[in-house]
């Protein structure tokens, strides 16, 4: 039985509770993490979710998306996790996190203090599908992203929104070949491209930044 961490909305540890309760609809807030995986010419790997999930399946997301064990911090943890969906590799950055709460149907919902990671993949043809987690893979330019995202909203999965969103408040302690990768997704208008298909997932906006 997988166990995540509890939190309070400053990131600090009060519990654990098993996964599934804490992703029920008045599911607690707990510790997760999202990947950013590019490649060298900057297109970002998108992820569709496998069927088998209870929650948001089929739906497109970021690269990786779980949570943290004890004794890990977001980069750690993410380094774990990526090759056990991917079957790859990665040196990550920590770029920033976020706190959001969104209900699916009325199956369950997300409650997370949710870390955003970046990392850079050398060689994309060693990636290896695990499919009970991932159902197909796709590369993708801001341009096309930002396309998609305006005209069906409804297919991504809603903290992959608020990640992309908060992109232009990175942490600079990063390496420079991912601060290229990132002004390249730093479009003046993302913002503001964003937040109309932010209201689809979030109408009463409950997802907010949280400081460092």
């Given at each position: 039985?997988?166990?995540?961490?509890?939190?309070?909305?400053?990131?600090?540890?009060?519990?654990?509770?098993?996964?599934?309760?804490?992703?029920?609809?008045?599911?607690?807030?707990?510790?997760?993490?999202?990947?950013?995986?590019?490649?060298?010419?900057?297109?970002?790997?998108?992820?569709?979710?496998?069927?088998?999930?209870?929650?948001?399946?089929?739906?497109?997301?970021?690269?990786?998306?779980?949570?943290?064990?004890?004794?890990?911090?977001?980069?750690?943890?993410?380094?774990?996790?990526?090759?056990?969906?991917?079957?790859?590799?990665?040196?990550?950055?920590?770029?920033?996190?976020?706190?959001?709460?969104?209900?699916?149907?009325?199956?369950?919902?997300?409650?997370?203090?949710?870390?955003?990671?970046?990392?850079?993949?050398?060689d994309p043809s060693k990636i290896k599908i695990v499919e009970d987690e991932i159902s197909d893979i796709r590369w993708v330019t801001p341009e096309q992203a930002l396309s998609e995202i305006k005209k069906t909203p409804?297919?991504?999965?809603?903290?992959?929104?608020?990640?992309?969103?908060?992109?232009?408040?990175?942490?600079?302690?990063?390496?420079?070949?991912?601060?290229?990768?990132?002004?390249?997704?730093?479009?003046?208008?993302?913002?503001?491209?964003?937040?109309?298909?932010?209201?689809?997932?979030?109408?009463?906006?409950?997802?907010?930044?949280?400081k460092e």
């Open positions: 039985m997988e166990y995540l961490i509890l939190v309070n909305s400053n990131d600090n540890q009060i519990g654990t509770e098993e996964k599934v309760k804490c992703h029920l609809p008045d599911g607690k807030l707990h510790r997760a993490f999202t990947i950013f995986l590019f490649n060298r010419e900057g297109k970002l790997l998108l992820t569709q979710r496998s069927m088998s999930k209870m929650l948001w399946p089929g739906d497109w997301d970021g690269t990786v998306a779980s949570h943290p064990r004890q004794s890990e911090d977001y980069i750690s943890s993410a380094e774990r996790r990526l090759p056990e969906e991917l079957g790859v590799t990665c040196k990550l950055d920590y770029l920033y996190k976020f706190e959001y709460h969104v209900p699916y149907k009325d199956i369950g919902s997300e409650n997370e203090v949710c870390g955003t990671l970046i990392g850079i993949l050398d409804q297919i991504f999965c809603p903290w992959m929104l608020v990640a992309l969103y908060f992109i232009s408040e990175s942490s600079h302690n990063i390496s420079n070949a991912h601060k290229d990768i990132l002004k390249m997704w730093n479009k003046d208008k993302i913002k503001s491209q964003l937040e109309e298909s932010l209201k689809h997932h979030f109408p009463d906006h409950r997802w907010e930044l949280k």
